[in-house]
């Protein structure tokens, strides 16, 4: 068995070589400019041409592709089912079935009609575009009979009826709602950092 990711030659340079360190970048455009100074028109236009190429090297954007790579790798065996996750490149390569439950998060939701998150766009088929919390299904399935603390400190079970088919069988067991809402947790937690953004495959940032 073979595992094959696409990437391209930028990517995999800097997978090979690692990232161009500040001195040596620094080091390259001052002998670009000094070597200018020799050269013929025709000279001088070529060089030009190279600086652009190197001014135009994005290696922040190089370093996140190459942490992206690795984070696929790394989450690449993951169950279908679901799972407890905690670290941010566990969200970022969730299961098709686990980027359900992760979109049913309303931080993560409010953020993605905001167009400020990711949101797994390429693979999560979003069935209430524009819904949020208590206006969401997938969310009332996982809230469903699930202690809320209100703002008087007194928890409150609520059953939403329309999480239950009409044979009375809910979709979620009790221990995957407390897993689906622990990792709400998580996925909160690295959102508040306003970094690298969970729901992005390419470790985009938020």
Same mark, same amino acid.
């Given at each position: 068995?073979?595992?094959? $990711? #696409?990437? @391209? ?6 997978? *090979?070589? =690692? &990232? ?41 954007? $190089? #370093?996140? @592709? ?6 696929? *790798?790394? =989450? &690449? ?130």
């Amino acid at each position: 068995m073979a595992n094959v $990711i #696409e990437c @391209g030659g930028d990517l995999f340079t800097a997978m *090979l070589h =690692g &990232r161009q360190r500040v001195e040596n970048r620094s080091f390259l455009a001052e002998r670009l400019d000094r070597a200018s100074d020799m050269l013929t028109e025709t000279g001088r236009k070529f060089m030009s041409r190279a600086r652009e190429a190197f001014d135009a090297f994005d290696s922040e954007a $190089i #370093e996140r @592709g190459v942490r992206a790579i690795k984070r696929k *790798l790394t =989450g &690449r065996w993951q169950e279908p089912d679901i799972r407890p996750m905690s670290s941010i490149g566990e969200f970022q390569q969730a299961s098709i079935k686990s980027q359900r439950w992760n979109m049913a998060d309303p931080v993560l939701r409010g953020l993605v009609h905001k167009d400020r998150a990711h949101g797994y766009r390429d693979t999560y088929v979003d069935m209430e575009p524009g819904s949020v919390g208590e206006r969401h299904t997938d969310y009332k399935r996982v809230m469903n009979g699930m202690a809320v603390v209100n703002e008087d400190g007194d928890a409150e079970f609520t059953t939403y009826y329309d999480a239950i088919d009409e044979n009375g069988v809910e979709e979620l067991q009790l221990d995957e709602q407390n897993i689906i809402i622990d990792n709400w947790d998580w996925q909160r937690h690295y959102l508040a950092q306003l970094q690298d953004d969970p729901s992005s495959h390419s470790n985009g940032s938020l």
